[in-house]
């Protein structure tokens, strides 16, 4: 992921929309979902500063992560 962003950011000019757009509509969606899960397995096991976590929750941007799904998973 980091990658891709430096590429995204620092190399625009050599970029295949083709791909950007394959790894936005179809790839983005289950990294946001594993990444959801993480968070919440890393919390549940005490892994991950709940207070940490809290400050996120309230964070703009953020705004894409899907929280109460995290919360639910949780509990």
């Known amino acids: ?3 891709f962003r430096n590429r ?4 625009y ?4 929309m083709f ?3 394959d790894v936005i509509m179809d790839k983005l969606p289950s990294i946001l979902e594993n990444l959801e899960d993480l ?3 890393e919390i549940s096991n005490k892994n991950f500063i ?3 976590y809290q ?3 309230r964070n703009r941007f953020y705004k894409h992560v899907k929280f109460d799904k995290i919360n639910f998973k949780i509990r």
């Open 39 to 41: 968070v919440a397995t």
């Open 55 to 57: 400050v996120c929750i």
């Open 1 to 3: 992921m980091k990658d």
């Open 13 to 16: 000019v050599n970029l295949n």
């Open 8 to 11: 995204v950011a620092h190399d």
């Open 50 to 52: 709940l207070e940490e």
């Open 19 to 21: 791909v950007i757009c």
